[in-house]
């Protein structure tokens, strides 16, 4: 499953935020004198995914139409370079900061350092657990999961063995995500949740691996894979087209990634 289009609200209400930090004008006699021009650091966990290049360009393009200048970095996946790189951004002396956290109770130090400067956070993607953060902008992922699961039980005529890959372990939206595919699955006392496993970093390659010994273990007696995100579905299609079961197997991503 693909979402049809990003949902980009997030820029829109990150940068009202920062607004009354000096995008307005002042008159001096006949003259308009323009304040300061605003520097929004925008902080991603990582590039490994398509989305996020989608993402960089709408957020930095929108931005710049905006007069809105922005400093982007990403962060590997590590938690250290995170923190690192923030600690960068506020040196520079950004007025507010947009970051999608690599670990959500970890970032929590990272909100504290920059509330400590005044400097507004804005957590994207993923909730900062015990933070005081000024806004949290995310998709729905419940419903991501719902909307996984319902076609699904269409594509399977509610019956059969499920397999649920899902995210990196504690990880908001994986969980989310894996919650609303549940709250539908319960429903249908014909399916069978035969593994739900997490993937660090939400590997496409351990997802291909789980689904490569699921199909084993089962005897490709699996009717549906439902993965919180395109890029393990994708590690999925690999391993059933291995065992020629494209068009046999009911799968489900995440993302809109155009490679899925």
Not at 101 to 113: D, K, L, T
Not at 126 to 152: C, H, M, P, W
Not at 246 to 258: C, E, R
Request: glycine share 8%; hydrophobic share 45%.
């Amino acid at each position: 499953m693909k979402q049809s289009k990003r949902n980009f609200g997030f820029i829109l209400f990150s940068l009202i935020i920062v607004c009354g930090l000096g995008c307005t004008k002042s008159k001096i006699g006949e003259n308009t004198v323009s304040q300061k021009k605003i520097k929004l650091g925008f902080v991603l966990a990582t590039m490994n995914e398509e989305r996020y290049s989608k993402d960089k360009t709408y957020f930095t393009e929108f931005a710049a139409n905006q007069g809105v200048d922005v400093e982007f970095v990403s962060c590997d996946g590590k938690v250290d370079v995170q923190t690192s790189k923030v600690e960068t951004l506020l040196a520079k002396k950004v007025d507010a900061i947009v970051i999608q956290p690599v670990n959500g109770e970890a970032a929590s130090s990272i909100v504290q350092m920059a509330k400590k400067d005044n400097i507004p956070v804005v957590a994207y993607d993923r909730i900062i657990k015990n933070a005081d953060i000024d806004a949290y902008v995310t998709q729905d992922s419940f419903k991501v999961g719902v909307l996984q699961a319902e076609a699904a039980v269409e594509a399977t005529h509610g019956k059969g063995n499920y397999v649920i890959l899902m995210g990196e372990a504690g990880h908001s939206v994986a969980d989310e995500i894996t919650r609303g595919v549940l709250s539908v699955l319960a429903k249908y006392p014909d399916i069978k949740v035969v593994v739900k496993q997490n993937h660090p970093n939400w590997s496409s390659a351990l997802a291909l691996a789980t689904i490569e010994n699921t199909l084993t273990r089962y005897k490709n007696n699996i009717q549906a894979v439902l993965a919180n995100n395109d890029g393990m579905a994708l590690g999925a299609v690999q391993a059933i087209g291995e065992q020629i079961l494209i068009g046999k197997v009911f799968v489900a991503g995440a993302d809109a990634d155009l490679t899925a």
